[in-house]
Antibody, heavy 120, light 111 residues
């Protein structure tokens, strides 16, 4: 079974840091682009970042560029999101998702999400 | 770029059909055939229902179908069932700099 399990969320003060992890299983992790997408509770989805299969290419949404860093360890089948200089508006559930193969663009499956709360 | 525009809510009775629209621009939906739709039940992760405008992943009911005309994509659910009650989000590729845009989500109520 293809599965993604996020961890690392929690309560952090404004200006603080947090590292999220996403453990993958059931598929060849090193063969896929991976993504982070966030959702404000009760709100819409917002794409955050992506990384290619070998980790050599990364892209970020403007809202997090320069503060978040996406990375992966293919030997451990794990995706990461390092977040620094956190702001109240970064409060959300963070999902990792597997990207589409080839040239298409879609996300499947998604992890169960991990909640990040930025508050003093 | 702004998020794609979806109606906040739609409703239908069991057995009926409903359509959810997703309005974008010539820079996203209008320019690429990379529209996808996601179903999300409360407290759960999103689930892929449609990709590449009209393709269904294995395991998704054929009651779900997708289409696109100009800058607007649509998701149609036929033969509504109680289990279809959920939030639905559209998504479109929007070029290399923006990557993707999501819609704000539509809450489907099965009456």
């Amino acid at each position: 079974e293809v599965q993604l399990v996020e961890s690392g969320g929690g309560l952090v003060q404004p200006g603080g840091s947090l590292r999220l992890s996403c453990a993958a299983s059931g598929f060849t992790f090193s063969g896929y682009w991976m993504h982070w997408v966030r959702q404000v509770p009760g709100g819409g989805l917002v794409w955050v970042s992506r990384i290619n299969s070998d980790g050599s290419t990364t892209t970020y949404a403007d809202s997090v560029n320069g503060r978040f860093t996406i990375s992966r360890d293919n030997a451990k089948s794990t995706l990461y999101l390092q977040m620094i200089s956190l702001r109240a508006e970064d409060t959300a559930v963070y999902y990792c998702a597997r990207g589409a193969p080839g040239d298409s663009v879609w996300f499947d499956p998604w992890g169960q999400g991990t909640l990040v709360t930025v508050s003093s | 770029q702004s998020a794609l525009t979806q109606p906040a809510s739609v409703s239908g009775s069991p057995g009926q059909s409903i359509t959810i629209s997703c309005s974008g621009s010539s820079s996203d939906i209008g320019d690429y055939n990379y529209v996808s739709w996601y179903q999300q039940h409360p407290g759960k992760a999103p689930k892929l229902m449609i990709y590449d405008v009209s393709k269904r992943p294995s395991g998704v009911s054929n009651r779900f179908s997708g289409s696109k005309s100009d800058n607007t994509a649509s998701l149609t659910i036929s033969g509504l069932q109680a289990e279809d009650e959920a939030d639905y989000f559209c998504c479109s590729y929007a070029g290399r700099s923006t990557f993707v845009l999501f819609g704000g989500g539509t809450k489907l109520t099965v009456l």
